[in-house]
């Protein structure tokens, strides 16, 4: 395929990515003076996990409320069956409570009510501390903050797909990529923010966002960065569709208004699995209940029925838009299953969101270490926000003490365009039935529920698939795009089989039947790094 050179481009700070970590990490570094420029691999602000989050940032701590950021970090580290890394969580705590006024500043409108922020309280947190938008879906997050980016002058490179990152003498340097019109694009860059999400699109059930394909996790790697505990995939238990979709907010519907899951047996799955403290159901606890009864065989066609005849009419009309339409015409019973839905695991920082890397900085799902083995809900946004905001002050920082923008030797830019533009021909499979493939075996083998031989499956079928012939046509860059795509996800893929075969219990979101139980000698993070020829995977004490 021929790849046409594009001008180059410099900048003080380039962040990879298009969601609300990106937009809050590049306004954040403008305002303290940074030219920022931020590439997505699709349209700014609209492809990825923020856009079609609930809304719901959690916030400890807050003037007048009767929580703290030590209840918060209790919770969190408890939820995350104490794998978390304590700094960052506390971290994250108080730079969440500095978020609402600058946000306001930008444009988000938060729900309130005559008390002040309207504040909720969901599984798993001991006090009410979630805000959102007076309409909560993530989309109001970042609407608002691109109209502020381009006010404010921030280049917006849309459907710019990087796919490699260079360093000169240790430091990073920049980053090229492919455009849509079948350009290699340049981009040389005092520091460097990764905020590309996680890796759910693995699996071939998940609600994430297209292209959601551990991109950013993969050019870490490459680059000399370590990864952490990759084997804790949050599987939201209660989704609709063969996809896994659709989500349906089990939160409020079977914790809150009373909603039952049965199973082919009519037995509610909640209470025989002990969950019925509705503050107790966990996403973790409840998708492996669910998984459980499925691989049983009490199942109803591959799930267990939602059924809402308990609740009453008023409650579903307060779920408004996150239940489908259907629901409130009459219709009291749907299939429901889990389905992928966050990834604990990612690139490893310090409490500055710095990577090993000197100038490479992360935020948001990319990175590791503050969820520990499960997720807490409304932690996701806390993340994107508050670590997004000081990954963009602190790569600002960095970048305004170097005098000079680090030049990529042209040498390295032609190794990379040639590497993309080679197309070896010939018979074979196409990219999207590969990737159906993968996703597929990792879904059976490293799913909900894991154990030696269901891994090993797995790894074999990984190593078989990186050994298959692609056919991929000349000068289609939608495919090359795809291909560059399906060597992440099989990078990432192994990683996750290779920690769950290593970690040899069960803990949070990873499930193993042959170590059902927590074993404290296992309190202890799994760190996957480059190493000469491979990769080198070991446990290590939490920090």
């Known amino acids: 395929m021929y790849l046409k050179y594009q001008s180059p481009l410099s900048c003080d700070v380039l962040v990879i990515g298009g969601g609300g970590a990106s937009l809050w990490a590049a306004l954040k570094a403008k305002e303290m003076g940074a030219d920022v420029v931020l590439a997505s691999k699709s349209k700014v602000g609209l492809s990825n996990n923020t856009y079609i989050a609930g809304g719901l940032i959690a916030v400890a701590g807050m003037v007048g409320q009767k929580d703290s950021v030590d209840l918060y970090l209790k919770d969190t580290i408890t939820g995350g069956r104490f794998l978390n890394d304590r700094k960052l969580v506390v971290r994250m705590a108080e730079e969440a409570k500095t978020l609402v006024s600058p946000m306001e500043g930008h444009g988000i409108d938060f729900a ?207 779920a408004g838009d996150m239940i489908p339409m259907k629901w409130l015409t009459g219709e009291k019973r749907t299939i429901l299953a889990p389905t992928t839905h966050f990834c604990m695991g990612g690139v490893m920082m310090d409490d500055k969101a710095e990577t090993a890397v000197p100038g490479l900085f992360a935020a948001g799902e990319v990175c590791g270490g503050l969820h520990g083995a499960n997720r807490l809900a409304g932690n996701a946004l806390a993340e994107v926000f508050a670590m997004g905001g000081l990954a963009g002050r602190n790569a600002a920082l960095k970048a305004a003490d170097m005098e000079k923008t680090p030049q990529i030797p042209p040498s390295l830019l032609d190794e990379e365009k040639e590497r993309l533009a080679y197309n070896p021909g010939g018979s074979g499979r196409d990219v999207r039935t590969l990737t159906a493939a993968l ?43 795809k291909f560059q795509e399906f060597e992440n996800m099989l990078l990432l893929s192994e990683m996750i089989c290779r920690s769950a075969l290593l970690r040899t219990e069960s803990r949070g979101s990873h499930y193993r039947t042959d170590f059902p139980e927590e074993d404290n000698n296992w309190i202890k993070n799994i760190v996957v790094r480059k190493d000469d020829p491979g990769m080198k995977i070991e446990a290590v004490a939490v920090g």
């Open 439 to 481: 996703k597929e075996a990792m879904w059976a083998g490293a799913g909900v529920i894991r154990d030696a031989a269901s891994l090993k499956t797995a790894l074999a079928q990984i190593e078989e698939l990186k050994t298959s012939r692609l056919v991929c046509p000349k000068d289609n860059v939608c495919e090359l795009k």
């Open 112 to 318: 309130r009510d005559e008390t002040g922020l309207q504040l909720r309280r969901v599984p798993g947190h001991s006090h009410p501390r979630h805000i959102s938008p007076s309409r909560p879906r993530g989309l109001n997050y970042l609407y608002p903050l691109k109209d502020s980016a381009r006010k404010l002058g921030i280049r917006l490179l849309d459907k710019l797909f990087i796919t490699k990152l260079y360093s000169v003498g240790g430091q990073i340097a920049g980053a090229s990529g492919l455009t849509d019109d079948g350009g290699f694009q340049a981009i040389s860059a005092k520091c460097i923010i990764l905020t590309t999400g996680g890796y759910g699109h693995v699996y071939r059930r998940t609600n994430n966002a297209a292209g959601i394909t551990g991109d950013g996790l993969a050019l870490a790697y490459g680059l000399g960065a370590g990864l952490m505990d990759l084997e804790f995939i949050q599987f939201y238990p209660t989704a609709m569709g063969n996809t896994g979709a659709q989500m349906i907010f089990y939160e409020f519907l079977v914790a809150q208004a009373g909603a039952r899951l049965i199973n082919s047996k009519g037995e509610d799955v909640v209470i025989k699995h002990n969950l019925d403290d509705p503050m107790s159901i966990t996403r973790d606890r409840l998708a492996r209940a669910i998984a459980i009864e499925i691989s049983r065989g009490l199942d109803v066609d591959g799930g267990l029925l939602l059924d809402l005849g308990p609740v009453k009419d008023e409650h579903l009309r307060k």
